[in-house]
């Protein structure tokens, strides 16, 4: 998650398989070594499914054509019927098992793990900055009117790529870019998301269950801007932002744990620094700091943050802060401070829900898949 900036690791752990002097042991845990082999779906047992596709598509835009009315220009009212066509085609897919394999999406899970570490690049993993794409790209999501979310990557477009909690992420989308067009078969909404699955289990951390279906929108699905987390903010502002997600005071705090990975920039969010001693290690590092250092404000002429008393080295955002002086939200602190799996095993649902949120099920095939092995 990223409070307008990288919700990711700090420290000095650079690459894995580097003997680096770190007061938490860097730990990368691979599962790119490959999925379950699960068989692809047989093929159609005729020539008629495209046509079935096609049937479907055109009543779900019908279907679109009567809800909608004629309210707005032609333009729009054809961009919202192909979204709703494009919706309903996934689902007809899904449920017909046209869809490709696990093995498939296992491939592209296993080359966006290669290519993670990059020298130069922060502490050398551009893991931190996937997980925050992902966080954004699914964050935006508002319950009330079913808006925003990763169903249509909405921010491949200018101005939802412009929005200030967004600084920084060009970096992760060229990245991921180059992995569609390797893949170009999967939508821009299941690669972003896949690729925040596969940083977060190739840097230490748990399991996320995940599962493609997911479909690349127009410019008008763009949100407004303002619906991502502001880290100048207290817990009041958290608790807005996040029960408009659906989440509560637990998933709130799970979430911020992936601050354990990565660092703030003041060329991005203004803010500059890691919170934690091992930035690209999935740990729950960013929680006893948290509870047993001691932090001040930090004197500069950038935003207020904090940094640690005895190394002056870590940083901590108001919205981190805010996590320990609430009564609520501390109690999480504590378990998770004291016990990393239970912090892994929240993590991993809370995750996983974000990276839904906004998906109709019935563009889902299926039951999530646990992508990679141990």
Known sequence: MSFRTPLLRTACARRAGQSVQLRSQVVRRRFASGGPEVSPPPPPRSSSVPYLLAGVGL???????????TDGTPRETAKELESTARGAAAAAEGKLGLRHSQKDYQKVYDRIAETLDKE???DGSLAPVLIRLAWHSSGTYNKEDN????NYATMRFKPEAEHGANNGLGVARDHMQKIKDEFPWISYGDLWTLGGVAAVQESGGPTIPWRPGRIDGFEHNVTPDGRLPDASQAQDHLRFIFYRMGFNDQEIVALSGAHAMGRCHTDRSGFEGPWTFSPVTFSNQYFTLLEDEPWQWRKWKGPAQYEDKKTKSLMMLPTDMALVKDKSFKKFVDIYARDEDAFFNDFSKAFAKLL???VPTAQFAGEPWKMGSE
Do not use: K, P, R, V
């Open 147 to 150: 808006t925003g979310g990763s």
């Open 59 to 69: 009543a779900a835009a019908g279907a679109a054509y009567l809800f909608y009315g």
């Open 356 to 358: 839904e949120l906004g």
């Open 120 to 122: 130069g690049y922060d």
